[in-house]
T-cell receptor, first 116, second 111 residues
Framework: DAGVIQSPRHEVTEMGQEVTLRCKPI?????LFWYRQTMMRGLELLIY????????DSGMPEDRFSAKMPNASFSTLKIQPSEPRDSAVYFC??????????????FGSGTRLTVV | SQQGEEDPQALSIQEGENATMNCSYK?????LQWYRQNSGRGLVHLIL?????REKHSGRLRVTLDTSKKSSSLLITASRAADTASYFC???????????FGSGTRLSIRP
C-alpha cells in the first residue's frame, strides 16, 4: 500500500494565484480529512468527508478555501485567491470510520505551501 | 480549536532514559490517540486507547488514560535517538468522526 499520496510536495505561488492541492486516500478508507499546520496555530482541521460527502467544513478559514471529493480515491483543496497568510503545510489523512469502530488516521507527507 | 494540550511543550533527555509526555483534554471522548511527527514529515499513528481502557502497551510505548481527570500520558521507555520527534495527542469526541490534535511535545534525545 502506497499510503496517502499528496501532491505537490512543495508549492510556491504568488499572492492572488489559485492553488490546488491534491490527495489520494488509502483504498478502502471511507473518511478523508484536510489539516493545516503552522507554528502559530498548530494542526487545524479544515474539513472532512465521509463517503465522499463533506460532513464538517467549520474549520475552513474563509470562502477562498474550497474542497471537493468527486470520488472515493481523490480529493482537492483549492485556495483562490491565495494570500501570504495561507502559507503552511497542508496534510491530508484518511481513515476507515465505522459505527462502533475506532481506527487511527493515516497521514500523507503534506504539501508545503508558500505564498509570496 | 484545539482540544488537547500536551505537557511539556519541549523535553530533552539522554538516550536510554524514559520520556513521559502528558495530555489534557476538555470534553468527553470516545478514544484518545497518540501520533509522532518527524521533522518535515507527516504524522504517524502510534497507539489508540479507548475511553473504557486505562492502560495500553505497544513495544516501548505505554499509554495511560484517566477519564475522571481528562488526561493521558505517553511513556517511551529506553529512548533512542530515532525517537526524536514531536508527539501529539488527539481526541475523538463521543459523537464525532473527527479527531482534534493538541499542540504537541517536542522530544529531543541526546546521544
Amino acid at each position: 500500500d502506497a499510503g496517502v499520496i499528496q501532491s505537490p510536495r512543495h508549492e510556491v505561488t504568488e499572492m492572488g494565484q489559485e492553488v490546488t492541492l491534491r490527495c489520494k486516500p488509502i483504498s478502502g478508507h471511507n473518511s478523508l480529512f484536510w489539516y493545516r499546520q503552522t507554528m502559530m496555530r498548530g494542526l487545524e482541521l479544515l474539513i472532512y468527508f465521509n463517503n465522499n460527502v463533506p460532513i464538517d467544513d467549520s474549520g475552513m478559514p474563509e470562502d477562498r478555501f474550497s474542497a471537493k471529493m468527486p470520488n472515493a480515491s481523490f480529493s482537492t483543496l483549492k485556495i483562490q485567491p491565495s494570500e501570504p497568510r495561507d502559507s503552511a503545510v497542508y496534510f491530508c489523512a484518511s481513515s476507515l470510520v465505522r459505527e462502533g469502530g475506532v481506527n487511527g488516521y493515516t497521514f500523507g507527507s503534506g504539501t508545503r505551501l508558500t505564498v509570496v | 480549536s484545539q482540544q488537547g494540550e500536551e505537557d511539556p511543550q519541549a523535553l530533552s533527555i539522554q538516550e536510554g532514559e524514559n520520556a513521559t509526555m502528558n495530555c489534557s483534554y476538555k470534553t468527553s471522548i470516545n478514544n484518545l490517540q497518540w501520533y509522532r511527527q518527524n521533522s518535515g514529515r507527516g504524522l504517524v499513528h502510534l497507539i489508540l486507547i479507548r475511553s473504557n481502557e486505562r492502560e495500553k502497551h505497544s513495544g516501548r510505548l505505554r499509554v495511560t488514560l484517566d477519564t475522571s481527570k481528562k488526561s493521558s500520558s505517553l511513556l517511551i521507555t529506553a529512548s533512542r535517538a530515532a525517537d526524536t520527534a514531536s508527539y501529539f495527542c488527539a481526541t475523538r469526541a463521543s459523537s464525532a468522526s473527527k479527531i482534534i490534535f493538541g499542540s504537541g511535545t517536542r522530544l529531543s534525545i541526546r546521544p
